[in-house]
């Protein structure tokens, strides 16, 4: 086991968070959906039509290129609807749930990667380069586990886990099979897992320090050519439950978090739930206008109140869309209530807790003028804003010598937040990460 | 506010395209911008942002060029005064004075300037951008307050569309837009940029003061005079802890090394400027003085300074402070900050010591670094990426092996 301190990175310290560890049952939806977009690398292809019944665990779609890569349903029902969007796009496949519910069983016996495959539990999986949903067929060099979220109000894992942790070991060996090289555990504390064939890390500093990409960077960065799966330690029990029972377990405690939330608190449910059984009659704020996000507010996606609950399933953040419309000559503020991690406003005065944050951009697009502001953010041994800049100008060559098979759009998430020019760092990551496998491929 | 908020919706229809006013649509959006916080809200990325953006960063670097702005108002008084041998009316005389000598330049550089930028903004259906809030006040600060107005404004249009427009606008530049202002002056028009008469104004400000020269006055600055001195020794009177203050001639910003520290402290303490830069020019230019201060001779009489004074003196406190640390124009990396910084430090000492053409020589340090700060980057950068060939190489041979 080692530890490794990591100084760059910053704690947003929002309001909204869980005072109590309970877990409450969360009613069930009346509808589920899974979108296809969260398995980002796949394209999907049905398999079911409207109409149809699915159990937990059945498909619902496969991989264009890879019949065997499927996304499955997370409860058993009947297919209501099938949401398109521009140009046909799947955008998401809407199931009503039956009464008693019903779950496909595996086999156990099938080689653990057709196992993950089909069960749909590798579609929950990412490898690097790319941060897409790995192709079986290549065995990875190492796998990455991560087993905290370091995000602003994010869940405690270990929580979340509770008594799927007996589960980690089963998990572990089955991956062990997969890959000829470690699997790796990057933990924030040091905790006698008593877990065996993995190799501990203990990852000690701020935000992105949960990131698994800035945990494989410390550890054993990825090369030009490697490939590295990475997933959550959730996941990885979900595999360990998969190869002793032959079920996936669909079930996730989802941390509803903000400031507009009036008791934070977990909720336990079952993954692509509607989010109107998890939100409902919780919110603050009466009519003023909500950004409900799926995830934390770094990397979380906005949806609507009816929406769905979205990879990876195990936080909701609601915040104010914007909190103060028309302000006066902002970039004028004295105001300790305008919150910035730099001293130019005076926030810093406050210590900077419990900060109050809405959805606005707080200045307008401009080129990259401050120096080192991604560095500061960006714990791994890479200068994003040349990364940044080589992708921009989709230089193939500089963005392999700067690094971009070592990093996925979440590693840019905090230094898109504190970014003075306010560019959509992970947008543009994630393009050059497109580009780079199309031309690679 | 509510009223000023529908002021502005109402006009808004005139400004966007097909109104009457459609070619002022980004003034009107600027005007917009700076006098509202955009309600726009992320549509993608991250759902939060930092409160902070590039106006109020550029408004911050106002503030800290104030002390420098209100001393050297106070400063033009002081030295007119002087010169016209009435050395003993108020300060307060001195200030208004200064102001309405002053008042003028920076007019003309905020109207000339923001016009270019307002139009290339127009060109480019663009928001309009913060940069020239700096420029346009660091212009006036560091041109000899003699200067007739018409060059300034041609210095400053050079300026702004050849070292800014035609790169892109803010934050494209390669060297900064305020140093290519005073370097387009200092070379076009020599005569009007050193020499004893540059930088004390004599004549009256708009209709305030003047007067004719006193007896044996003369407003050579303190590197002016020792520029022609001979001999082993100093013979001017200089007088270090003058030039701490900054009571003495010079270019109306540059003179006042506590302005500057005030400055510098709120750069600092803000973050907005790199203190790896303006460290290590000090450290550079230290170096540099206290060299040619061990090795002296009469052929180059500033290096008979002591190195402290070599600090005090002329344009380079300012141009530490308030020109090297601009992050458009210098390096970006840490370690080539700190090359790039103290590169500038020492280039600057070398041209004031040892050419004697030039008395001073922080801008054209400065100017010559801004075109190897990219060079300085790209070998802190290749050091990374030699280290991520190396990794690759140091791995692939591993496998090499196991495969055996």
Redesign the interface.
Known sequence: MATINLKKGYNLDLVGKIAHNDVAEAPNAELYAIVPDDFYGIIPRLEVAVGDHVDAGQALCHHRDDENLKITAPVSGTVKEIRRGARRKIEAIVIAPDTEQTAKSFDVKLPPVQLLAQSGLLAMIRQRPYDIVPNPNVAPRDIFVTCFDSAPLAPSLMLVLGDNKRYLQAGINALASITAGKIYLGLDEDLDTGLTGVEINVFKGPHPAGNVGVQIANVKPVNKGDVVWTLDVITLARIGKLVTEGVVDFSTVVALTGELVTTPCYLSTTMGAQLTSLISGKLVGGDTQKRIISGNVLTGTPVAADGFLRAPYRHITVIPENAHPDEFMGWASLSPKRFSIYRLFTSWLTGNRNVRLDARLNGGERAIVMAGEYDRMLPMDIYGEFLIKAIIAFDIDKMEQLGIYEVAPEDFALAEFADTSKLELQHIVRSGLDKMRKEMA | ?KA??KLMDKAKPLFSPGGSLEKLQSVYDGFE??????????Q??????????????M??VIVALLPCLFFGMYNIGLQHFIAIGTPDVSAWSMFVYGLLALLPVIVVSYAVGLGIEFIGAQIHHK?I???FLVTGLLIPLIVPINTPLWMTAVATAFAVIFAKEVF?????NIFNVALITRAFLFFAYPSKMSGDEAFVKLDSALGYGGGTVADGFSGATPLGQVATNVGDTLSASLDTMQAFLGTIPGSPGETSMVAILIGAAILL????A?WRVMCSVFVGGFAMAALAHALPSSTYPASLLDPCAQLCYGGFAFAAVFMATD??T?????TG?YIYGFLIGVIAILIRVYNSGYPEGAMLAILLMNAFAPLI?YCV?QR??K???A??NA??QKGGHENE
């Open positions: 506010m000023l908020r911008s700076f006098l509202f916080t955009p309600n726009t809200t992320s993608s990325g991250v759902n939060v942002h930092d409160g902070n953006d590039l106006k109020r960063t408004i911050t928001e951008q913060e940069g892109g606008g803010t934050g494209m303490f803000t973050g907005v790199s992050p458009v210098g390096a970006r990396t840490k900050q980057d950068v990374n990426v280290r991520r060939l990794r690759l791995n692939s």
